[in-house]
Each structure stands twice: as C-alpha cells, then as structure tokens.
C-alpha cells in the first residue's frame, strides 16, 4: 500500500517483504481501490539488497521487518510500526476495517514523509 500511494505522489518507490508472501493481498488491492489506487498489478517480492543500495530511505513497516531488515549504510532507514492487516480476524467488514485503518495509517504517514523530503531539501 506504502509503493501504490508513493507512487500516486508521483514519487519512484519499491516495495519488499523480508518473508514475501508471493501474492498482494486482494483485500489491500480492494482498498487501495477504493482510493482510487491501483495496486493490482504489483507483486510480492524480496529485498534486493542492491536496489537498496541506491534508495534515499528504507522504510519498515511492521515489527518483525525492523528487526529482520538487514542494516544498509548510507541509506536513511525509519520504521512505522503499522499492524500486519493480514493478520487480522474476524468477519469479512471486520477484517476490511483492520485493511482500511492500516491503508489510513500508511496514507498519512507517506504524506508526513514526502512532505518532510520536500521541506528539507527546500531548506538546503
């Protein structure tokens, strides 16, 4: 969800399991959707360490990827402690909701983020 609003921004993002689970997830596809967002072409895949290389930031977004992210130097790393919505139970709406809080979540935070970016290279 993180890739698709980035690149809504207009921004180059990539995103990467540290367990990928080799499917987006149709119920993050379905909400992105209802954003207007179209993630049902991305892919699930693994960390390419190279690629990570020559990124302005690594961001984790889950607890178990900050800690199993292998350490990148010189590229600027942050964590957003967002629950998996994966994870989530309970009846088809009360899973859409978990879904939806996260999309929510990872929206604002994105727009904190690329925000920030903006300013701080305006300042320089």
């Given amino acids: 969800m993180a890739e698709g609003f980035a690149r809504a921004a207009g921004v180059e993002a990539y995103s990467a399991g540290t367990e990928p689970a080799g499917y987006v997830h149709p119920l993050a596809v379905q909400v992105m ?12 895949k693994g960390l390419d360490l190279n690629l990570a290389r020559c990124m302005d930031a690594v961001i ?18 942050l964590h957003w402690s967002i629950p998996d919505p994966a994870k989530a139970a309970g009846t088809q709406e ?15 935070r994105v727009k904190e ?12």
């Fill in 33 to 44: 959707a209802e954003k207007g967002i179209d993630i049902s072409g991305h892919t699930s």
């Fill in 60 to 77: 984790t977004v889950c607890g178990e990827a900050d800690q199993r992210c292998p350490a990148i130097p010189h590229v600027n790393r």
């Fill in 94 to 108: 009360e899973v859409l909701s978990v879904f939806r809080a996260a999309r929510e979540d990872i929206a604002r």
């Fill in 113 to 124: 983020f690329l925000l920030e970016r903006t300013t701080n290279r305006e300042s320089h």
